[in-house]
C-alpha cells in the first residue's frame, strides 16, 4: 500500500520541495495552498514526472469551515494520510510592537497558529483510529529566540513549538510521532512576503549569508519521516553554517567585530 503526505503551503518554498520529494520517494501526495493556478501547476508536474497520484486541494487553512469541508470530501477519496506536514505560514511586516500593523498580526496568528490547529483537529482522529500517523510541523528558530521587532511572529513560532511538545503528550498513546522542525535564514519567498513583495528589501536580508534553501528542509523532512517506527525526532533546529542561532549570524558578527 501506497504512503500518503498532505503538505499545506504547497504552492512555494519549503511546502513545494517537501511534496516533490516525498513524490520522487514514491509517496502519494495531498498538497493545499490558496493559489490555485500554482497548486494545479504542481499536481500535473507531480504527476507526470513521478507517476504518484496528486490530489490538489486549495483553501484557506485560516478558514476553518473550509478546512473542514475540503477534509470531509477527502476522507471519502482517501482511506488513511501517514504524513501531515502543517507548513503553511508566514512572516507580516517587521516593526517594534508599539508600531506593529495589527492586520498583520491577525493574519500571522490566524494562519500560524490556528491553521496549523483547524487541520491537525481534522487529520488527528483519522491517525488516532489507524493507531499510526507522524505530524510533522514547521516551526522556526524564531520559536526558540526572540529578535528585534520579530515580536508577534517570535510568538506564533514559539506557539508552534508549545504545542508540537502538546501534540506528542496526546497522541503518545495512539502511535502517533510528532516532529517539530524549526529552520534559520531560508532563501524562499519568505521575506518577499513578508515586505509585501519588496524584492529589494528582501534580498537584503540574505546579503552575506549563505542561507538555507527549500531543498535543504525537505531532506529534513524526509529523514525524519523515513527512520523506522520506534525512533521519532522530537525537535530539530536547523541552520546554515553562517547563523549560529535565530538572532546572531555572521552579518551581526561583522557587525560587533568592527566595534
Known sequence: MNKTILVTGATSGFGKAIATLFAQ??????????????????????????????????????????????????QKEVSQIDILVNNAGLAAGLATIDEGDTDNWDNMIDTNIKGLLYVTRQIAPMMREQCSGHIINIG?????????????????????????????????????KVTAINPGMAETEFSLVRFDGDKDRAAKMYEGVNALQANDIADAVYYCASLPPHVCVNDLTITCLTQANGFYNIKEAERITKK
Open 140 to 176: 522556526s528558530t524564531a520559536g526558540k529566540l526572540a529578535y528585534k521587532n520579530g515580536n508577534v511572529y517570535c510568538a506564533t513560532k514559539f506557539a508552534v513549538d508549545a504545542l508540537s511538545q502538546s501534540m506528542r503528550i496526546d497522541l503518545l498513546p495512539y502511535g502517533i
Open 25 to 74: 520517494k514514491g509517496f502519494d501526495i495531498i498538497i493545499n495552498g490558496r493559489r490555485n493556478d500554482r497548486l494545479q501547476s504542481l499536481k500535473q508536474e507531480l504527476e507526470a514526472q513521478y507517476g504518484r497520484k496528486v490530489i490538489a486541494l486549495c483553501f484557506d487553512v485560516r478558514d476553518k469551515e473550509a478546512v473542514q469541508t475540503n477534509i470531509a470530501l477527502l
